[in-house]
């Protein structure tokens, strides 16, 4: 099983900062890498796929970047509604499966 | 707009079978080209996908609940569903369905099951 761990755990700014969050994959998962943002309450919605391009909806100020075992999920300039959990998902094709890193809590500093 | 809405007893004993039923509207599962998936979130916790079935009955599991799994679908209902059997305290959790295109794209709001006698 391919185990994807999320650092830092927790990352403490200020609304106008940046973010980078980072996941690393235990094996190279090319770039079948999502990234998801959960808010208290709410269902996890999918944010990157592919390791680089947005879903629908999203803001411009999300990117990520990356490929292999190692990726980036950056916010270029923080807004009060984007602090909040995020997850990284993998998805392997045979056997198929799917696993999430531990998430990223980002907290206004 | 794909949407989709879990429902089931919020409450199991221990020993007792999970089941639970996910109703998609805004698409028909029997068109194919998604995988339909639960997975779950212990209080507090992070993410663990479950399993996933596609519109033909063709069903696939996490090597670690397999042999308590059991995902169906009711394509004329246009609902699947999950079941859990010999349940502990430990699957307490929020339960989502999701479907799949690779990537989760659209979620239930989830649904909280306590196992508890």
């Known amino acids: 099983e391919i185990v994807l761990t999320q650092s830092p755990a927790t990352l403490s700014l200020s609304p106008g900062e940046r973010a980078t969050l980072s996941c690393r994959a235990s094996q190279s998962v090319s770039s079948y890498l999502a990234w998801y943002q959960q808010k208290p309450g709410q269902a996890p919605r999918l944010l990157i796929y592919d390791a680089s391009n947005r879903a629908t909806g999203i803001p411009a100020r999300f990117s990520g970047s990356g490929s292999g075992t190692d990726f980036t999920l950056t916010i270029s300039s923080l807004e009060p509604e984007d602090f909040a959990v995020y997850y990284c998902q993998q998805r392997s094709n045979w056997p198929p499966g799917y696993t999430f890193g531990q998430g990223t809590k980002l907290e206004i500093k | 707009q794909v949407q989709l809405q879990e429902s089931g007893p919020g409450l199991v004993k221990p020993s007792q079978t999970l089941s639970l039923t996910c109703t998609v509207s805004g698409g028909s599962i029997s068109s194919g080209g998604y995988y339909w998936s639960w997975i779950r979130q212990h209080p507090g916790k992070g993410l663990e996908w479950i399993g996933y079935?596609?519109?033909?009955?063709?069903?696939y599991y996490n090597p670690s609940l397999k042999s308590r799994v059991t995902i169906s679908v009711d394509t004329s209902k246009n609902q699947f569903s999950l079941k859990l059997s010999s349940v502990t305290a430990a699957d307490t959790a929020v339960y989502y369905c999701?479907?799949?295109?690779?990537?989760?794209?659209?979620w239930g709001q989830g649904t909280l099951v306590t196992v508890s006698s």
């Open positions: 999701a479907r799949e295109e690779s990537y989760f794209d659209y």
């Open positions: 079935i596609y519109y033909s009955g063709s069903t």
